[in-house]
């Protein structure tokens, strides 16, 4: 059995502003490890319930974020940017590099919904995100791509509002809250030691659910996007098949969320450079 753990910042233990995450702050660093001990608790469940093999791929801003010194020494992590499916990259692989199942460790909710430091790719920038006139966070999103390729979720952790979101889209999954959401910047925390032994024992028992199933086609896909300026809504049609359909909001049909995801993030990638310091 081999598990897939995508692995993001936000949604960690003790993690509830933005100096928490973004590289080379020193609350970045202080919050490093106890990201790294959320994601190593789910490496540690994972091989408790019976995997032979967990690859962590990372998922944060500059994909550089855990301490590989720290992680189970049974372990791989793929760190680094620049990834064909970014958050989920190695889903798409079969033979002997097939996975079984995938964990969507340290998670959050979407752009425009209540949560911790909520967002979807772009920190700011974009306000909403649909697929096909569902609001859409970056767990639904890639839960629409590992489909494709008969990998279920099996395991999310983030906070309490993450855990309520991804009852839509992994309703089978174990679910992992540590912390309860105030504010997008206040948490109520668990301590690293608690969310710690949670998040392993809940892996262990999502260990039984990474069965492989028959791929899902659920294209076609249209996806929707709100930016905070309409300059956004502009640079964005650069991307063929692109198109603005009111001030701040543009759109984009995809036949399969492979293809919707590539889109999406060259949409993402467009748009961030078409930000200007203090005006966005």
């Known amino acids: 059995m081999k598990i897939l753990i995508s692995a993001d910042m936000e949604g960690a233990t003790g993690v509830t502003w933005p100096a928490d995450v973004l590289p080379g702050t020193p609350q970045w660093e202080r ?22 093999e967990v690859l962590i791929n990372e998922a944060h801003w500059s994909m550089r974020n855990l301490l ?12 680094g940017r620049h990834k064909s499916l970014s958050m989920v990259e190695g889903v798409q692989h079969g033979g002997d590099q097939a996975v079984d199942g995938i964990a969507f460790i340290g998670y ?6 209540e949560g911790v430091l909520a967002h979807t790719y772009l920190a700011n920038s974009i306000t909403g995100v649909w697929v096909n006139g569902e609001r859409a966070s970056e767990g639904l999103l ?9 990998v279920p979720v099996v395991l999310v952790t983030g906070d309490d509002l993450t855990c309520e979101d991804a009852l839509g889209y992994a309703p089978g999954a174990l679910k992992v809250a540590v912390k309860d959401h105030v ?24 260990a039984g659910l990474a069965v492989r199933h028959e791929p899902v086609r659920g294209g076609p896909f249209t ?25 701040r909001k543009v759109s984009y049909t995809s036949e399969t969320m492979y293809e919707g995801i590539r889109t999406f993030k060259a949409v ?13």
């Open 31 to 52: 919050c490093r490890a106890m990201f790294t001990s959320d994601v190593n608790a789910a490496v540690l469940g994972f091989f408790d319930g019976g995997a032979d």
């Open 223 to 247: 996806v929707q996007l709100e930016f905070d300026a309409e300059h956004l809504a502009m640079a964005a049609t650069v991307v063929p098949g692109v198109e603005r359909y009111a001030e």
């Open 108 to 113: 959050h909710t979407g752009a425009g919904a």
């Open 142 to 150: 890639n839960s629409h791509v590992v489909a494709e390729f008969g």
């Open 68 to 79: 590989l010194e720290q992680l189970d020494e049974r372990a791989e992590m793929l760190t």
């Open 183 to 206: 504010s997008r910047y206040a948490a109520v925390c668990r301590t690293p030691t608690r969310t710690a032994a949670d998040i392993r024992a809940a892996a262990k028992e999502a």
């Open 268 to 280: 993402t990638t467009i748009v961030s450079a078409a930000v200007e310091e203090q005006y966005g």
